[in-house]
């Protein structure tokens, strides 16, 4: 059976800047359960690459195995995708960025497919700084094989069977803190107004940026005692500060006081605006960072916002020095330059 949208849309929806309506981004329909905190993921996406006026076929999204890497059907029907095998999607997004670095690419994944069998792929894609919009949807179970709990479920957290998870839960951001990461989030599926502009953040970070969103599974760990649950996220829910994109090219304002927000501008000059909720805070120390995931762990909270960002940020093609052209573009000459070329390169090693 197949899935598909209605074609028809109001005459006057809102236009971007490039004459896009918001339904130049969808995908198809999601089958997916209803109430899915996955769907408002992929609303958030569809809505920040609207808002920012992202040609979609300058955007390549992958995919691993699981509930969370379905969802690339449904946004973003006019980009480039490619669903790989499971936990392997960071290995092919690293090849396709070494190939073509003018794209923009979307990881999504789930706390299975990263946490579990992905989980060598995803320290390497962290320490190479791939540039990458990483979004793990994380339900801390498996809702492909009936709701196992997952490698992020919390200990002594009940699944829908009454049974207490045994094993101390992996913390996503604080894993990609500890392995260098060059941003690091977090988010709630049902808080869009601070996941919108996080997602248009990291898509504009040159470098491996790790949304990590707690996105309950209505299904199988929607229950009372799950940690991952609606209910639970809601009532313990910190957040780092009040989060606000500015893109390039637009007027910057602001009205925070001195002293209660931070700005921290991105390379293409883009800035984000934070008006800082926590204390003793600040995302441009990695220590500071550590110390208040810590802090919310010990507290049960579940802290959300910009957690990192390093505002010097190299990407892998700028560690390994490679060509700026995409190598769909390198001519045949430049590929077989001749054997004059080549023993200049042979004698060199000599």
């Keep these: 059976m197949t899935f598909v949208r209605p074609v028809f849309r109001h005459p006057e929806s809102p236009k971007n800047k490039l004459g896009y309506t918001r339904k130049f981004y969808e995908g198809a329909l999601s089958t997916l359960c209803a109430g899915c905190g996955h769907d408002s993921v ?13 040609e979609p076929h300058r955007v390549a999204k992958l995919s691993g195995i699981g509930c ?6 449904y946004f973003l029907a006019n980009s480039h995708g490619f669903n790989s095998v499971h936990g392997r999607m960071p290995s092919v997004a690293t090849g396709a960025y070494l190939a073509n670095r003018d794209l923009m690419y979307i990881g999504v994944s789930g706390d299975g497919d990263s946490a579990s069998i992905g989980m060598g792929q995803f320290v390497h894609a962290i320490r190479r700084n791939l540039n990458i919009t990483y ?3 994380n339900n801390g179970c498996y809702g492909l094989t009936k709701g196992q709990d997952s490698a992020t479920a919390d200990k002594g957290s009940v699944n829908k069977t009454g049974a207490a998870n045994m094993y101390n839960a992996i913390d996503m951001a604080g894993l990609a803190l500890e392995l260098g990461a060059t ?10 107004e601070q996941l919108i502009p996080m997602i248009k953040a990291a898509m504009s970070h040159p470098g491996f940026a790790l949304i990590d969103v707690v996105s309950p599974c209505v299904t199988f760990n929607n229950n009372v005692g799950s940690t991952k649950s609606y209910d639970y996220t809601r ?5 780092t500060a009040a989060v606000d994109f500015v893109p390039m090219m637009t ?5 925070y006081n001195e002293g209660d927000a931070v700005t921290v501008p991105l390379h293409d000059g883009s800035l984000i605006h934070l008006s800082k909720l926590a204390k003793d805070w600040d995302p441009r120390d990695r220590q500071s960072a550590v110390n208040r995931l810590y802090q919310a ?3 049960g909270e579940i802290l959300t916002g910009l957690i990192y960002i390093d505002t010097e940020s190299r990407d892998l093609h700028s560690i390994l020095h490679t060509t700026e052209q995409p190598l769909n573009l390198v001519e045949q000459h430049q590929l077989c330059p ?13």
């Design 68 to 73: 969370s890497s379905k969802t690339p059907t």
């Design 297 to 299: 762990k010990a507290q």
């Design 42 to 54: 992929s609303g958030a996406i569809i809505q920040a690459c609207f808002e920012m006026a992202v």
């Design 235 to 239: 009532e313990h829910m910190e957040a």
């Design 135 to 137: 979004i793990i949807m």
């Design 183 to 192: 941003f690091i989030a977090r988010s709630f599926s049902g808080d869009k």
């Design 338 to 350: 001749g054997s004059t070329v080549l023993e200049q390169i042979n004698a060199g090693l000599r």
């Design 251 to 255: 007027e910057i304002t602001t009205e």
